[in-house]
């Protein structure tokens, strides 16, 4: 019972994994485009026929306070937080980006296990936010 607590302090402290944010745009292209358009302001060729329309995906930090949301998006594209879309959830893609799961951090420092594809699109979107 002693390690426990050592390998959860371990885990915490270790860096976020490396992101690669052309691959982001690449899975981008591939599984967002259609709803989020090739801008992410959510204006894609779907998104006429969806009941909610798809976020503008370079505005999440400005109506964030200016932080990016992090556990949000990880949570809403892994499906841990479902979002209606067109009558039905939004696409959940965790199983599609299944994999080993790795470790990314909010801004506030709190720790976000997911998988790699999906820490690949946080860089690519997290670049894209208009102040």
Do not use: W
């Not at 998006?73 to 937080?81: A, E, N």
């Amino acid at each position: 019972m002693r390690a426990l607590p050592i390998i959860f302090s371990l885990v915490l402290g270790l860096p976020a994994m490396a992101q690669d944010a052309q691959q982001g745009e690449a899975l981008f292209g591939y599984y967002c485009v259609t709803c989020h358009g090739s801008n992410a302001t959510g204006n894609g060729p779907m998104s006429p026929s969806l009941v909610v329309a798809p976020t503008d995906l370079t505005a999440l930090s400005g109506k964030n306070g200016g932080v990016f949301p992090t556990l949000r998006v990880v949570m809403r594209i892994d499906g841990r937080d479902p979002l209606i879309s067109h009558g039905s959830m939004m696409p959940v893609y965790g199983d599609f980006f299944a994999g080993t799961d790795v470790m990314t951090k909010t801004q506030a420092g709190q720790p976000v296990l997911t998988s790699q594809p999906i820490i690949d699109l946080l860089a690519y979107i997290e670049g894209l936010q208009q102040q």
